[in-house]
Antibody, heavy 118, light 107 residues
Framework: QVQLLQSGAEVKKPGASVKVSCKVSGYTLTDMSMHWVRQTPGKGLEWMGSFDPRDGETFYAQNFQGRVTMTEDTSTYTAYMELSSLKSEDTAVYYC???????????WGQGTLVTVSS | DIQMTQSPLSLAASVGDRVTITCRASQTISSYLSWYQQKSGKAPKLLIYAASSLQSGVPSRFSGSGSGRDFTLTISSLQPEDFATYYCQQSYIAPYTFGQGTKLEIK
């Protein structure tokens, strides 16, 4: 059974960076890609990007290019999403999720609230 | 980027009602369309993948249809636990964009 356990809530100042972790169990991290999705307060879901450890390929949505880095540490079964140059508009819940073969996201972490405030 | 447009954005219905939510893609996405249910404070839950395939463990009152650009999610007989927000998502071409969401409320 695939489980994704995310790191706890963070409070950051504008301009800082945040690194959210997603520890996996029930499967081998290198078997599939990891996707990241965020949800700003009271709003919908926004797909941020994905990292595929099988070939090291990343795809970042245009809104985040230049500010986001997705990585994995296979020794600790943990995926990471780092977002830099934080703005108040980045206040959101960030989710990691794993895909089925055709791309739908069938396993999700519990979410990590990142608050950006001066 | 492919734009996903859901309608309606909100819907009030009663227990036992049949409900349909639609999702239109800005270009063809074949059958690379998923539906999710999200309850307040929780992660989204996959209901339907590949436009019409029911995810394991999801009640059979949920069904999906469509291909190309137009898709529907149908709940055949609403149950109290179905009141939530529903999202569609395309996985045809990255970025894998979501619809705006449809909030289903009790009438």
């Amino acid at each position: 059974q695939v489980q994704l356990l995310q790191s706890g809530a963070e409070v950051k100042k504008p301009g800082a960076s945040v690194k959210v972790s997603c520890k996996v169990s029930g499967y081998t991290l290198t078997d599939m890609s990891m996707h990241w999705v965020r949800q700003t307060p009271g709003k919908g879901l926004e797909w941020m990007g994905s990292f595929d450890p099988r070939d090291g390929e990343t795809f970042y949505a245009q809104n985040f290019q230049g500010r986001v880095t997705m990585t994995e540490d296979t020794s600790t079964y943990t995926a990471y999403m780092e977002l830099s140059s934080l703005k108040s508009e980045d206040t959101a819940v960030y989710y990691c999720a794993t895909p089925r073969a055709e791309g739908s996201l069938d396993n999700w972490g519990q979410g990590t609230l990142v608050t950006v405030s001066s | 980027d492919i734009q996903m447009t859901q309608s309606p954005l909100s819907l009030a219905a009663s227990v036992g009602d049949r409900v349909t939510i639609t999702c239109r893609a800005s270009q063809t996405i074949s059958s690379y369309l998923s539906w999710y249910q999200q309850k307040s404070g929780k992660a989204p839950k996959l209901l339907i993948y590949a436009a019409s395939s029911l995810q394991s463990g999801v009640p059979s009152r949920f069904s999906g249809s469509g291909s190309g650009r137009d898709f529907t999610l149908t709940i055949s007989s609403l149950q109290p636990e179905d009141f939530a927000t529903y999202y569609c998502q395309q996985s045809y071409i990255a970025p894998y964009t979501f619809g705006q969401g449809t909030k289903l409320e009790i009438k």
